[in-house]
């Protein structure tokens, strides 16, 4: 992996566009980094997930910070007790396709990007009563399987939490520590079952003061549009920049 000052220059924006994000939605900094950061082919996938797991961590603690009375802690749980069998499962089936089909990888990603698109995309209808402990196990088994492939929890977590009977505030500090958690998660399992190069964590080292610089920003600074336009017009970048892997992938796979 080779590291010049216009892949990080790239790689660092897009750090800011998805603390601008997240910060803002509860969501989306891990889906943003990753479909464009595979989109501008900036750093391989397996490396980039994992850095987009510790500087998540660093954004989710940031924005967090005075916030965790809010917390749904009931919510919270659930989803964390049935994400960690379907982040190993993830982690698996990253490791497996980066060796053996760069090709099949940037095909699953580029579908999984589109999907939680399209999924984010919906408004979700509020629920008059709470998910039943099932529906929230399930949720977190699918979003354990699409973190533990490309560190993107979010859409399936995010498009639950939504529906749920709770104030925004709650919705929003839910999200940020079930991110944060499950960052923890990931990251322990990575450690252990690979070996990462030492030049990520160089990268992790310059992002995590620029992650906190950027959250104090765009918590500073607000979006002068509403909460769910910032939301469609992330998702609808996420669906482009998903179709671009996708046809890369495709071309890729076709030329063998």
Not at 6 to 27: D, E, K, P, V
Not at 105 to 121: H, N, P, Q, R, V
Not at 149 to 156: E, I, N, S, Y
Request: hydrophobic fraction near 55%; charged fraction near 10%.
């Amino acid at each position: 992996m080779e590291l010049t000052y216009s892949t990080l220059a790239l790689t660092f924006g897009i750090f800011a566009l998805a603390c601008y994000i997240q910060t803002n939605t509860g969501f989306a900094f891990a889906l943003i980094v990753m479909s464009l950061g595979g989109a501008f082919d900036v750093l391989p996938l397996s490396i980039l997930a994992y850095s987009v797991s510790f500087l998540s961590l660093v954004n989710s603690s940031a924005a967090l910070r005075g916030n965790l009375q809010h917390i749904d802690r009931q919510l919270l749980g659930w989803m964390l007790v049935s994400c960690i069998p379907g982040t190993i499962l993830g982690v698996w089936l990253l490791d497996s396709l980066s060796t053996h089909s760069q090709d099949g990888l940037k095909i699953a990603f580029g579908i999984t990007i589109i999907l939680c698109g399209m999924l984010m995309l919906q408004k979700p209808q509020p629920l008059t009563q709470r998910s039943s402990k099932r529906i929230i196990a399930s949720t977190g088994t699918v979003a354990g399987i699409t973190g533990g492939l490309f560190a993107a929890f979010g859409p399936p977590i995010a498009y639950l939490t939504y529906r749920q009977p709770l104030p925004i505030k709650t919705i929003l500090t839910t999200l940020l520590a079930i991110f944060w958690a499950t960052a923890v998660i990931r990251i322990a399992i990575v450690s252990t079952v690979s070996v990462v190069p030492a030049d990520v964590f160089w990268l992790i080292a310059a992002g995590v003061p620029w992650i906190i610089i950027c959250t104090w920003l765009s918590k500073r600074f607000k979006p002068p549009i509403n909460e769910l336009t910032l939301r469609r017009c992330a998702m609808g970048l996420l669906m482009l920049s998903g179709l671009s892997v996708l046809v890369a992938g495709l071309k890729g796979l076709l030329q063998l």
